[in-house]
Each structure stands twice: as structure tokens, then as C-alpha cells.
């Protein structure tokens, strides 16, 4: 999979996509992430890549001009399935959109900022609008980062136990179970009994127990397929 990023913030991707996870899976050649910066694309000679609102209002919102430029350059070299844009008006992130994406072979990512785009952007080159909250962010840089790394860790290959992307939380539409880890006692406080029982398929029942009991009681509405 390759996800190409347009920002004007790029040295904001330095630490999520050098790191663990999505710095392993460039490493082993399964993902490319490659992030560029819109300003090379603007045409003026002070190199801006935004204006203000036409009909006033305070703001600066990004050109289209440049963000065309950019895409258009990108598209001479590689066919996109989606050209996806941030934006907390967008459709909310999810796993199971999370899930859709990880199957996809080439992605852009336009992270909006300031004021927002020239809505021409969202109109004619953009396929996907996303949302990863209900709040606002300084830009959408963030938003990115968190997309692209819901997905790459859904690829094959990239986690080193590929089972343990199938049972991360949201996935079946369940919380995750707790897990623990050595010492078995701590305080007086104690790893339950099963976990240390050695017993497979009791363990799994609990297990399954426990993350039913969790959607229960922290996130009811995925049990009934509400969204909040
Ligand atoms: N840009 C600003 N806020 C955002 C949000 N909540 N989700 C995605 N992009 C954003």
C-alpha cells in the first residue's frame, strides 16, 4: 500500500511515521508513506498556499491551485482509489472504515487547515471525507497520522502476531478483554485464576465473557449497532 500525504506541516509526521509500528512496516517494504509539502506547489513568488475567505470572515483557507498541482503531479505516477480529506465535518472514522482502507492500494491524504479549503477541492478532487472526532484540531495532520496508522496496522504482515489486529477492540463489534502480565500477584492484587489455569479453552470463554461484559458496560451502543 502506498499513502502519499499533502500538508503544509510536514515535519509534523516526523515522529508518528518514523516510529515502531509504521517505521516498521516502511522498513519491510509492505507500506510506503511518503508526505509532501504544498508549498513547491504554489505559484506565487512568497510560495503562500493560502488567502483569505472571499466575502470576508477571519481565516486563511487553503488554495486549490496548489493542492491541484500537487495531485495532479502524484497521479501521473500512481492510479489512487481514494483521495481522502480531514476535516471534523467529515464521516467519522471508525474500525470498520479503518478495515475498507487497509484493503485499498493507493491513498492521498489532504489534511485541511486553518480556516479550512477552497470547497472547490472538496467538490472536485476529494472522494472521502473524514472526521476522526467530534472536535476541532489546530489542522488535520493529526487526523492523518491517526488514519494511517488504524490501517497500516490492519495489513498483512505488519504487526509481528497478524492475529492480534483481528482481536484489538471494535473488531466483531466488541471491546478487547483486560490482559495481564507477570507478576501473577502484585500489592496482594492478582491476575485471575483462569489466566494462570493453563486451560485454552477455558480461558477463551472467559475471555469472550469479559469483552461482552466490557461493550455492556463502557459502549452499549456496539451491541446495537448504534453510533453513540
Ligand atoms: N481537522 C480539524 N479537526 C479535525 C477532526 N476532528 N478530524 C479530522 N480532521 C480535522
Same mark, same amino acid.
Given at each position: 500500500?502506498?499513502?502519499?500525504?499533502?500538508?503544509?506541516?510536514?515535519?509534523?509526521?516526523?515522529?508518528?511515521?518514523?516510529?515502531?509500528?509504521?517505521?516498521?512496516?516502511?522498513?519491510?517494504?509492505?507500506?510506503?508513506?511518503?508526505?509532501?509539502?504544498?508549498?513547491?506547489?504554489?505559484?506565487?513568488?512568497?510560495?503562500?498556499?493560502?488567502?483569505?475567505?472571499?466575502?470576508?470572515?477571519?481565516?486563511?483557507?487553503?488554495?486549490?491551485?496548489?493542492?491541484?498541482?500537487?495531485?495532479?503531479?502524484?497521479?501521473?505516477?500512481?492510479?489512487?482509489?481514494?483521495? !481522502?480529506?480531514?476535516?471534523?465535518? =467529515? &464521516?467519522?472514522? +471508525?474500525? /470498520?472504515? *479503518?478495515?475498507?482502507? @487497509?484493503?485499498?492500494? #493507493?491513498?492521498?491524504?489532504?489534511?485541511?487547515?486553518?480556516?479550512?479549503?477552497?470547497?472547490?477541492?472538496?467538490?472536485?478532487?476529494?472522494?472521502?471525507?473524514?472526521?476522526?472526532?467530534?472536535?476541532?484540531?489546530?489542522?488535520?495532520?493529526?487526523?492523518?497520522?491517526?488514519?494511517?496508522?488504524? !490501517?497500516?496496522?490492519?495489513?498483512? =504482515? &505488519?504487526?509481528? +502476531?497478524? /492475529?492480534? *489486529?483481528?482481536?484489538? @477492540?471494535?473488531?466483531? #463489534?466488541?471491546?478487547?478483554?483486560?490482559?495481564?502480565?507477570?507478576?501473577?500477584?502484585?500489592?496482594?492484587?492478582?491476575?485471575?485464576?483462569?489466566?494462570?489455569?493453563?486451560?485454552?479453552?477455558?480461558?477463551?470463554?472467559?475471555?469472550?465473557?469479559?469483552?461482552?461484559?466490557?461493550?455492556?458496560?463502557?459502549?452499549?451502543?456496539?451491541?446495537?449497532?448504534?453510533?453513540?
Amino acid at each position: 500500500m502506498r499513502i502519499d500525504v499533502i500538508t503544509c506541516l510536514p515535519e509534523l509526521f516526523k515522529g508518528p511515521f518514523d516510529q515502531s509500528i509504521l517505521h516498521r512496516a516502511q522498513d519491510k517494504g509492505i507500506v510506503e508513506l511518503k508526505v509532501h509539502d504544498l508549498r513547491p506547489y504554489a505559484t506565487n513568488k512568497h510560495k503562500t498556499v493560502d488567502d483569505y475567505a472571499y466575502g470576508g470572515g477571519a481565516g486563511m483557507v487553503l488554495q486549490i491551485e496548489p493542492i491541484d498541482r500537487c495531485i495532479s503531479d502524484l497521479k501521473k505516477d500512481n492510479d489512487y482509489d481514494e483521495v !481522502i480529506y480531514t476535516s471534523p465535518d =467529515g &464521516v467519522q472514522f +471508525d474500525q /470498520s472504515i *479503518a478495515n475498507q482502507l @487497509s484493503l485499498l492500494n #493507493n491513498i492521498i491524504i489532504i489534511c485541511g487547515h486553518y480556516k479550512g479549503v477552497d470547497e472547490r477541492v472538496r467538490e472536485h478532487l476529494v472522494t472521502k471525507e473524514i472526521s476522526i472526532g467530534d472536535y476541532v484540531l489546530s489542522g488535520g495532520e493529526l487526523a492523518a497520522a491517526v488514519i494511517s496508522d488504524a !490501517i497500516i496496522r490492519l495489513i498483512p =504482515g &505488519v504487526l509481528n +502476531d497478524e /492475529s492480534s *489486529a483481528l482481536s484489538d @477492540s471494535f473488531q466483531d #463489534n466488541l471491546i478487547a478483554p483486560p490482559v495481564y502480565t507477570r507478576p501473577a500477584e502484585y500489592n496482594g492484587w492478582k491476575v485471575p485464576d483462569v489466566l494462570l489455569s493453563g486451560h485454552e479453552a477455558n480461558i477463551e470463554q472467559w475471555r469472550h465473557e469479559q469483552s461482552i461484559e466490557r461493550t455492556k458496560s463502557r459502549r452499549p451502543n456496539l451491541l446495537d449497532g448504534t453510533t453513540e
